[in-house]
């Protein structure tokens, strides 16, 4: 039987969050038994792919695999990792940091209905530093694409065949940004769901740091400028 719903959790040294995680994950599943959680382990060099084989073996309700990446690739490569093995009819995905609450961002399952994509707003409090660095990066993106990404934290939701029409090539934390671009080049009705962003439940951001930022940036342009020769 075909899971209704796929959810692809990527995690890197989440041994201390990914147990939690996973239970607010099917906590929020609408049906476990028809969902599938896929979660990458992305070349964790702690106790995270031992946490999650005793997760998938434990599991009596949802379905859980395990991707696991025997380096570290970063965001971009986990995410086309666990998408590629998800199965679900919709496939979204949550980090493994705990800093989402899914059952917010399956709020939008709704609106597949009448849209190609769900992208999820941010709603973050008392990130100063963050807010600031994510409002040039979305001025950027408004002025190179005429897009209004002001928001998006990554997160999306998307039905499978809608899926298979994209061709991400970023293997970088790009990868999230380029679905969205992509999407919007392509013309695509999208839609939007908010969620509220929640401290860490252990551990230190890997994506926010001024080298990941950097290279968002450098491929930011070049994106565009693959756009403007028809790549």
Same mark, same amino acid.
């Given at each position: 039987?075909?899971?209704?719903?796929?959810?692809?959790?990527?995690?890197?040294?989440?041994?201390?969050?990914?147990?939690?995680?996973?239970?607010?994950?099917?906590?929020?599943?609408?049906?476990?038994?028809?969902?599938?959680?896929?979660?990458?382990?992305?070349?964790?060099?702690?106790?995270?792919?031992?946490?999650?084989?005793?997760?998938? =073996?434990?599991?009596? %309700?949802?379905?859980? !695999?395990? @991707?696991? +990446?025997?380096?570290? *690739?970063?965001? /971009?490569?986990?995410?086309?990792?666990?998408?590629?093995?998800?199965?679900?009819?919709?496939?979204?995905?949550?980090?493994?940091?705990?800093?989402?609450?899914?059952?917010?961002?399956?709020?939008?399952? =709704?609106?597949?209905? %009448?849209?190609?994509? !769900?992208? @999820?707003? +941010?709603?973050?409090? *008392?990130?100063? /530093?963050?807010?600031?660095?994510?409002?040039?990066?979305?001025?950027?993106?408004?002025?190179?694409?005429?897009?209004?990404?002001?928001?998006?934290?990554?997160?999306?939701?998307?039905?499978?065949?809608?899926?298979?029409?994209? %061709?991400?090539?970023?293997?970088? @934390?790009?990868?999230?940004?380029?679905?969205?671009?992509?999407?919007?080049?392509?013309?695509?009705?999208?839609?939007?769901?908010?969620?509220?962003?929640?401290?860490?439940?252990?551990?230190?951001?890997?994506?926010?740091?001024?080298?990941?930022?950097?290279?968002?940036?450098?491929?930011?342009?070049?994106?565009?400028?693959?756009?403007?020769?028809?790549?």
């Amino acid at each position: 039987m075909t899971p209704q719903l796929s959810v692809v959790i990527p995690a890197f040294n989440e041994q201390e969050s990914l147990e939690a995680t996973v239970k607010a994950v099917v906590a929020a599943l609408p049906d476990p038994a028809r969902s599938e959680l896929v979660i990458v382990n992305d070349g964790s060099t702690d106790g995270t792919l031992a946490v999650a084989t005793t997760i998938a =073996e434990s599991s009596t %309700t949802a379905s859980v !695999v395990v @991707v696991d +990446r025997p380096t570290n *690739g970063g965001m /971009g490569q986990a995410l086309a990792s666990g998408f590629a093995r998800a199965t679900g009819d919709v496939i979204t995905w949550i980090p493994g940091d705990g800093e989402y609450d899914l059952d917010e961002v399956l709020h939008g399952l =709704e609106n597949l209905d %009448t849209s190609d994509i !769900v992208l @999820v707003r +941010r709603n973050s409090r *008392g990130q100063v /530093g963050r807010n600031i660095v994510s409002s040039i990066m979305y001025g950027l993106i408004r002025v190179l694409f005429g897009f209004n990404a002001t928001g998006y934290c990554g997160i999306f939701i998307i039905g499978r065949e809608r899926w298979q029409q994209l %061709t991400i090539r970023s293997g970088d @934390v790009f990868f999230t940004l380029e679905v969205a671009l992509r999407a919007r080049h392509a013309g695509w009705k999208i839609s939007y769901v908010t969620a509220e962003w929640r401290p860490r439940r252990a551990g230190r951001s890997k994506v926010f740091r001024p080298t990941v930022m950097l290279r968002n940036v450098i491929e930011l342009f070049r994106f565009r400028i693959a756009l403007w020769t028809g790549r």
